[in-house]
């Protein structure tokens, strides 16, 4: 495997690299491709956004909090594109729900009253960068 010296302008070495993968010239520095996937000769990676409407309801299991996951494209971007389920994980339960237009929602409620932390999930086949977490608090 090669190894690298990368050099700033007047030739003074500022960093060494051990790297067996292929640098990719790009037009400007833009710290959003950290993480990406590049394929096709273009860089791909999806971020998903947790928010809800209510963080807190009622726990009579009546009320809901409406709880949307926005998959962004790794340069903020709304990812229509994505053709994966989003996995909410809810207190242990994978609960798949496949997006419209860059979005799901998934209605949460509860009869017991605490508070439940709701995240999402997906494997790096789906080129997905990061997930989130959002809380809802059930009171009596």
Known sequence: MPNYNQTNDSGRVIAQAYSPNT?????E???RQLGTWYINDQFVGYRIKLTTDKP????????TATITATIYNWDDTIATDFAHDILFDV????????????TV???YASEEPGTVTITTSNGEDQYVMSNDTVEVVAHD
């Open 105 to 107: 929602l998934l209605e």
């Open 23 to 27: 640098m990719i010239e790009i037009s």
């Open 91 to 102: 207190e242990g339960e994978q609960i798949p729900v496949t997006p419209t237009d860059g």
């Open 29 to 31: 520095l833009d710290s």
């Open 56 to 63: 807190e309801i009622t726990a009579d299991g009546q009320e």
